[in-house]
Structure formats: C-alpha cells, structure tokens
C-alpha cells in the first residue's frame, strides 16, 4: 500500500502486523496532500478523521493529547511513495507547551529531558511552520554551549535548557511577529499542513528531478506516538543497515548515540558512536535489535535501512526502508541473497538499476602515487575525484555549470544542499557519520563522499578550511578517495577500477571479486533479454573494450572520427580543396588505405560479429581550419595561397549545416567518396577473411530522406563490391541499409525498406529534426524546460517517446510491412539509457546501440526491459 499511505506509513504497518515494537500511530494517505495543494484547503471531513484517531491514539497509548499531567506527544513526519531521504520535513515532540512540558518533567522524573525535548520541538516547528531559520537556532544553542563550557548539547544543564527554551520563545516573537502556538490541536494542524507543503520544496523537487519520481505522487503524513531517546544513559537512537551500504558485506552496519534524538544522527550534527559499542552501552536492546534486523530482512528479502529509538532500556523501530546503497553493495547483496536462498536471479537482476552499474567503472587514485592525506574521515561512498573547493551549495552549481569540477566542503551538509550534492564530484564534511545526510544522499547518487572528517574545522565566512595548519580556500583543488576517506591536496592522477582493469586486460579476473559478481549478474541479465546490445566504436582498440563489456556487434561505426588522426586530417582537407575529381581521387587514393586498415582492424577485434559501419556524414566545412595559424600551415602545405584557402571554406560555410550538404548528399554529389570508403570496407574484409576472421559487414548510408537517394548509394557501393569482390575472387556476405534520422524517412520508410536490408534510427538527429531543435544550442533553454514542467526530460537524454517515439514506430511497422525481417535498431546515445532502452523493446526493436562504456548498463536494463514485460524466461542460478 505505498502508494496509499507512502513508504513509511507502509512498512510502519507492516512491522507492527508483524509484531515489531512500533509506537502506536496512524496515517493520512498521500491523496490528502495533493488536494491540499491544488486547492489549498484541508480536505473535507480529514479534520474530523484526525480527531477521531487522535482519541483512538490516546486510548492505545494511554496518555492524552495536551494534557498537564502525562501529555501524549506526537511525531509529525513525511512519507512518500519512493524514498525521498531528508527531503522532507519531520517534527518531532509536538504538544508541548508551557504546561505539558511540566507534565512531561514530573512524569518522566527529569526536567532536564523536558525542556531538552521543549527546545528540540520549538526548534523544529519554528524552522518547518513558522519559517523561522534553523540557523538562528544554532546560533543560540551555540553560544548557550560557549557560555557554559560543554561541548555537546547533553551536557547542557536543566537551567541552562530552561533558559534556552525563552530564547527561542523570543527569536519565534521577534522573527515572525507572533508568539509560538501554544494550543496542541493548532499545533497539530500547522505541522500536517507544513508536511504537505514539503512536497513542493526546492530540494525535494531536485530530488524527484533528478531520480526521475513523478510530481503527482504527493507525501502521506505520519502521526506516531513519541518515544525519547534522549531521557538519558539508558536511552539512546540510531540509524542502521542489515548489510554494509558501501560493500554490500554480510554485516550489521550503523550508527547510534546515547540520550539523543534522531534527527541528531541523520543530520550529522553529532559524530555518532559505531553500532557495535551499543552492545556494551545498551545490552539487551541491541541483542532484540539484532533479532529485529535479521527478522526484517528476511521478510523483506532486501537490504533494510532501520531507524530507531531506545527508550529507558526498550527498543522501538521507527522506520525499515529499502537501504540506499552503491552499485559495488548493490551488485555483491543481490547475488549473495541468491546464494542464500532469499531470492531469485531474476529477482537479483531486477534489483539492480541499470544505471547504478556505471559506477562500477569510476576511476580509483593510482595506487603508485606517493601522496600524503590532508584530512581523514569515514569512507562514505567509493570513487575518486578531483575539483575546486566550493564552501556552498549555490556556487557548486553556479561553477559545475561552467564545466568546472567542483568538490562540495560543508561542516554537514542539509537536504537544502542537495542541488550542490548533484553538481559536485565529490562531498567532504567534517562532521557527521556513516548514515548521515550527506553519506546516504552521496551513495545513491553514486558520488563519492568523505565525512566526519574531524580535523577539518570549516570556516564558511572565510571560504576555506584547515586542517593542522594546511589552509585550503575556495579554488584550490583537491582529489577525494571515498573508499579509504582520505582527502588530498592538488589533482591527483587516477587509474581504472578493477571492472575496467579486468576488462581491457591489465589485470586477470582471477582475484577481482567485484569483476566476478558484475559478470554474474550480467550473465543472468543477459540470459533474460531478447533486445541485443551493440557498441558505437570507431577504432580496434574501442571494439575490444566493447566486445569486452559484452557488445554483440558494433552498432555505429562513425568513419568520419577515422580522419582527424595525424597526417589522416591533411589527406582529408586534400581532397576537400581539390578543383576537380581527378585531385580528388588523388586525395581519395591516400585515404583509402588508412580506412581499409582501420576497418580490418575492427573485423578482427568483432570477429564473428556484425558491424555497421556509417559513410561519411558530416559536412565537409568541420574538416577545415577557420582561420589562424593552422590555416596558414595547411595553405603552405597543400601548394595554395592562404587567401584561396579562405575562399573555400567560405564557400563550404552553410546557414544550417546540420541540415545541409551531408551524409548521403555528399555521396551522392562525389561519388568518389562513397567508392572509396566502399572499396575500404570490401577490401578489408577479404583481407580479414584470409585471415581466418569471420567478418560481418553492414554498410550503413546516413540522413537519406528518400528511396531515390538511398538506391543511388546502394547501386555505387554494389559496384565497388562487384568490382572488388570479383576481382580478389572471394565472397563476403554483406548488407546495406539506412540510418533513420529525418522524420520524413520514417513516414516513407515503406519505400525506402524495398531495397535497404536494415533501419538504424539515428535518434540524435532524429530528435534534433523531430523538435526543430538544435542539440549544439538547445542546452541554453532545454534546463529551463525541464525545471518548469514544459517537458519531462531532455529529449537528447532520454528518448521522447510521444514524439521521436511515434515516428520509430511509424518506421518499424512501415518497413516491415515491405520486410518483414526487416532488422532495426537505434544507435544514438539513447540507446544507453535505461527507460529509452525499455521502449526499444517494447516495439519490437531488434538491437540497441550505445558508447562502449554503457554497454554494461544497456544489457541490464534491455533484461529489466524483457522481465518487467514478462516476455523472456527467467534466468537460471
């Protein structure tokens, strides 16, 4: 019932039918909190309902709401559908006023624990209700703190706490003009509404922006019965995982600290105790929690994220969850819970995201470097990465944007930083602990974080940061390990991971335990799709990284990337500038060698797989210097005046070259170029082919609009194969089809399928004339649009399926009406991302495409794809 009562709500049910110890409470599903929004009102008869289950809580609980004596007091806290961790908002000890809070002292034998909970409530509901910043807050309990010579809040004194709670009073009366409500039922009401309205703020629509969650989901609110950890050296809170969120090791893994509340823990405002010292602090309430945590990860067969509470020497659960975790943990817990019966590998499979596996192949600091670590903190979230220190969440965006690479520095970081968290590389915060904001937010992000580094004293004002003498100011590189929670001063170097070291041979798999359950999981991932995956390589060496990370073909083999090379660049702008075909071939004939190399190289790397290999698309303009030093050298190289270099490249330059004289329009207007890249390719294969390679050539001929164009390509390159093929008197099977990237291909692509043997949509371009969109350009407004809700995505991101998607499928069922084993397939980079890789499927699409390094991503989600649809079997162990 997630999506009625949220994930919290759902799984606080969940336990107490279970027989968990969970504090008595109810839920007020998420419809509730969409309807406040759209109307701004509570909806009707809700009021009555609250009331209604209030009664019912304080008969449960045996305490009554406001009451002098022994007062119930309420937890207010948020819970949507999808985990949306601290981002939004929770208010804890609601009820208190200046009489309960006597009530409170007298009941629970300490008044110090009172207006301890006193001050923590009118810190929370002044913050979230009445807007008063939490900052002002601090700054109060700070110089509280100084001016009693403590270091931590518990050691603060009754008095001390006394006085606190009228400072606060008069902070709230001074900030927002009104005295802090004092009435429990108005309290009550201002926080459910303050939880609703929590949906809309700024982190948490990043958050939902970011991890793709739907806007109309909305938050349910829970309303539970309080339980204090923070009555003393008997109680205590923390935050735990059933397994190791970084790793994935088989170990209980959390944080916890002694008479205090949650938020303490989650917000890293004190650097917390390790899980395991509860054992001597709090015996008989760890040993149950033990229990609990092997109890709830059975019943859910997942990893658990468990908030709680011991108060007075008795375990309470407050929250399970799925765990957020990195792809290394995502990977090794999914096939150890195979391994131990818990679930299935298609189950495995699927708890995998397709998009969490490139993390796998973050680079790591190279272990030959001789470096000494500025600071040391806990190892949040693996990876390595280098930037500019920035102190703040604004100026991490503001720089990342600029294409700078930036390392957010924070004392702790706060759900209002989460739009810096995304910008920057890496995270480093001085306080705070494994399971705080800013290391659960960095692992599921998959960024690399260091926290509670505790030598690090942060100076915001300043921007810069010490650590025993060593000042770093914003500006300064620094490079982040958040496998060992070190942090460098200077860019350091950085090597491959042991997936990428395994893959392209600098290391054996033997003794890569990584390596070994990413390749499991993908052998299972692989025995589940139907879609094939293909890579977009344009060299030997990109062709053995595919295949490596298990392409079955190369999907888009982009020749044009083959002539910037060295002397390659000259023989191209030779042929460019030459006055007539015969100085063209003559440029032609120097090229052609370097191609056929070039292609004999790929069959070999591709042997026993297809590969398609695009002519010449781009227009010839991109080839030449525009000016400068380098037009003056090739001048003088080609034997020509500067001035009449200039003159043609003038006379190359177009108003719109995307749409302009390329792909097959070039071939058509020199033939000789599609005679030479065709002789390449045919050359090369038969000289493959005597190699004992077994090759598989597709000749693909681009931006074609109509059937004319693309028979008149077609008829040049199956007379160089006549030519060549005849002549060395071999036989190479061969195809020849078209790329899809205009829509008017799409409409025509019945005419079109009567003689070309495959449909490969270039959804780059594609999209580009789809929308009237120029991707070079687009990037200054299509920001805006996403953040505005005018479209759901980048279109050059994520495959827009309402658009571009209806003319492939207008194109796939056209063409195989002519062709009904018309093979087609999509080599943009779409074809790498997961939920444009499930639409592929979905319309019957035989391959997708994608850069070698994404390969990995798209045979899990092409599997994600087949078993979500119930199309394929399920994998086998």
Partial sequence: MKKVLGGKGANLAEMTNLGVPVPPGFTISCDCCIEF?????????????????????????????GDANDPLLVSVRSGAPVSMPGMMETILNLGLNNRTVQGLAHHSGSARFAFDSFRRFIQMYGDVVLHVPSAQFEQLLKAKRLTAGVATDSELSEGELRNLVEEYKSLVRATSGNEFPMEPAAQLQGAIE???RSWTLKKAVDYRRVNGISEDLGTAVNIVAMVFGNMGEDSGTGVAFTRNPSTGERTFYGEFLVNAQGEDVVAGIRTPLSIDEMATRLPNAYKELLATQDRLERHYCDMQDIEFTVERGSLYLL????????????????????????IDPRTAVLRVPPDQLGQLLHPVIDVSVRATPIASGLPASPGAASGIAVFDPDVAE?????????????DETTPEDFHGIVAAKAVVTARGGMTSHAAVVARGMGKCAVVGAKDMHVDLEKRQFTVDGTIVSEGDYITVDGATGKVYKGDLPTTPSEVVQVIRGMRPHQGAPTYGAFARLLGWADEARRLKVRANADT?????????????????????HMFFEGDRITAMREMIVARDIVGRRRALTKLLPIQRSDFEGIFEAMHGLPVTIRLLDPPLHEFLPHGGEESKLLARTLGISRAELLHIVESLRETNPMLGHRGCRLGITYPEITEMQGRAIFEAAVRAKRRGIDVRPEIMIPLVATAREFENQRGVLEEV???????????????????????????????????AEFFSFGTNDLTQTTFGLSRDDAGRFLPNYVERGIIPDDPFQVLDQNGVGKLIGIAVSAGRSVRPQLKVGICGEHGGEPRSVKFCHAIGLDYVSCSPYRVPIARLAAAHAALESGSQESPRA
Wanted: glycine share 12%.
């Fill in 194 to 196: 303050a939880v609703w």
């Fill in 721 to 755: 194969a006549r030519q060549v093929l005849g002549g060395m008197g071999e036989e190479v099977p061969y195809t020849i089809g078209t790329m899809i990237e205009l829509p008017r291909a799409a409409l025509t692509a019945d005419e079109i399928a009567k003689s």
């Fill in 37 to 65: 929004l759209q109307t701004g009102k509570t909806p009707d008869g809700l009021q009555q309902e609250v009331d209604a289950h209030m009664r019912r809580l304080e008969e449960v609980a045996g305490k009554r709401f």
């Fill in 398 to 410: 503001a720089r990342a944007s600029d294409g700078t690479s930036v390392i957010l520095v924070r």
């Fill in 319 to 342: 929250q399970t969850r799925t765990g957020k975790r990195t792809a290394t943990a995502a990977v090794r817990v999914a096939i150890d819970m195979v391994d131990e019966g818990l």
């Fill in 540 to 560: 030997p060496v990109d062709a053995r990284i595919a295949r490596g990370f298990g392409a079955e073909g190369i999907g888009l083999c982009r020749t044009e």
